[in-house]
């Protein structure tokens, strides 16, 4: 019903930056909220950053002045940029959307793209 796209990943040096987006698509009456997770190599999937329809963003206190996240409504995507990237930046990142579907006034759905790999290396 919703895909999301992402593209923008890739290796990158310490110090480096990178930009991440997504698109979604489908069924969507409306986005609530968009937001950008990742996980590392065993460790669970955590939050990076969000942002809500009004454009309030919130960020994970281990991007807080590197990380930027923007959300465009009308095309219904979100972007991450991201700058000083650190090693442990390194892991699969993933858009998710909290959305509702055409033919509903209320309701919440949550979708997840594919993931992107960040890997930050020398």
């Known amino acids: 019903q919703v895909q999301l796209v992402e593209s923008g990943g890739g290796l990158v040096q310490p110090g480096g930056s990178l930009r991440l987006s997504c698109a979604a698509s489908?069924?969507?009456?409306?986005?609530?909220?968009m937001g950008w997770y990742r996980q590392a190599p065993g460790k669970e999937r955590e939050l990076v950053a969000g942002?809500?329809?009004?454009?309030?963003?919130n960020y994970a206190d281990f991007v807080k002045g590197r990380f930027t996240i923007s959300g465009d409504n009308a095309k219904n995507t979100v972007d991450l940029q991201m700058n000083s990237l650190k090693p442990e930046d390194t892991a699969v990142y993933y858009c998710?959307?909290?959305?509702?579907?055409?033919?509903?006034?209320?309701?919440?759905?949550?979708?997840w793209g594919q993931g992107t790999q960040v890997t930050v290396s020398s």
């Open positions: 998710n959307a909290d959305v509702t579907l055409v033919g509903y006034y209320s309701g919440h759905w949550r979708y």
């Open positions: 489908g069924s969507i009456f409306r986005i609530n909220n």
């Open positions: 942002i809500t329809s009004g454009g309030s963003p």
